[in-house]
């Protein structure tokens, strides 16, 4: 029977780092959060015709927005790979 006598430094232990919350999960997230809800209830409540009136605005500003936020998942980092739909194969059988 062997076993395996190899020594550890200290070294050899260290924790692996632990992942970083999202923001809205951390506690400036969730103050932010909260003081938000407040301004929309407070909002709703007492300045419905300011918050109509600039509806839209808001919208309008809202598609720029929309546009530099939420490209993230769109995998733009290699521009030269040749990831074209027509080099791909076929996995339907017809050509």
């Not at 506690?27 to 209830?41: C, I």
């Amino acid at each position: 029977m062997t076993h395996d006598h190899t020594h550890h430094t200290p070294d050899s232990h260290k924790p692996e780092p632990q992942a970083r919350l999202p923001w809205y999960r951390t506690w400036t997230g969730l103050a932010g959060l909260g003081v938000a809800a407040v301004a929309a209830v407070y909002l709703s409540l007492y300045h419905v015709t300011h918050v109509l009136d600039a509806l839209p605005f808001v919208l309008l500003l809202l598609c720029p927005l929309m546009h530099v936020f939420m490209h993230g998942g769109h995998g733009h980092g290699g521009h030269g790979g040749g990831s074209d739909s027509a080099d791909r194969p076929n996995k339907g059988g017809s050509p």
